[in-house]
């Protein structure tokens, strides 16, 4: 399993192509990785980018949690996967986002891609300077989540 550390400043061609990260690249390649999952966040304002493996992975767990007979089921599973799009990296490195995406998270040419361990996520430059969590703030959250 590849893991994606760090976060980049990257440009979008003019064709929406973006060169991806060196380091990132070179987590992929180690594990053969060229086909990815693109989707909108359901939380924030981002794309979160999986390789393919990631993402399958991660639909069985959530088929696994769905009833299929629950309308209210079947409502997550279909907005959880709209506008998902397959994208694969090209032999110079780059993810070709779709137009259509990048304008519903606010990004012309200016983004950032940051590693969130198994995914990348894409954020507009801005929107990601500002979802920084204050020390005080994160300390305290960390304390919740590893109370014992």
Known sequence: MASFIGDYTCKADAKCRVVVPALFRRGMAVSGQSLFVLR?????KCLDLYPL???????????????????????????????????????????????????????????????????IQIWSVDAYAGVVMAPEELGALAEEIFKE
Do not use: S
């Open 40 to 44: 909108k966040n359901i939380f924030e």
């Open 53 to 119: 493996v990631e993402w399958e992975k991660m639909l069985a767990d959530i088929k696994a949690k769905l009833n299929l007979f629950n309308a209210r089921h079947v409502a997550f599973f279909r907005e959880f996967c709209r506008g998902t799009q397959e994208v694969e990296l090209d032999a110079n490195g780059r993810i070709l986002l779709p137009r259509r995406l990048l304008e519903e998270i606010g990004v012309d040419k200016d983004l950032v891609m940051a590693g969130q361990d198994d995914m």
